[in-house]
C-alpha cells in the first residue's frame, strides 16, 4: 500500500514539518518519474513558496490549510 504523501501526512498530523527533508532525500534516491513538488505534494504555489522563499513559508502556508 502506498504511503501518502508528505503534504497528506503532514497535514494529517502524522509527521512533523522536518520529515520533509526525509522524503527529499528518499525521492533523490528513487528513480520515481515525479517532480519532487508533485512526489511530495505540492501544488505550484506551495512549491514556489518553498522554493522562493522558505521551508517556514511553506510549513505556514500548510498550517493554514489544517483542519
Avoid: C, H
Amino acid at each position: 500500500m502506498e504511503e501518502g504523501t508528505f503534504k497528506e501526512r503532514y497535514l494529517a498530523g502524522e509527521i512533523p514539518f522536518e520529515e520533509i527533508d526525509r522524503y527529499v532525500s528518499r525521492w533523490n534516491n528513487s528513480d520515481d518519474p515525479r517532480t519532487l513538488a508533485r512526489y511530495l505534494g505540492l501544488n505550484a504555489e506551495e512549491e514556489d513558496v518553498w522554493i522562493d522563499v522558505s521551508d517556514q513559508a511553506l510549513q505556514e502556508m500548510l498550517d493554514s490549510q489544517k483542519k
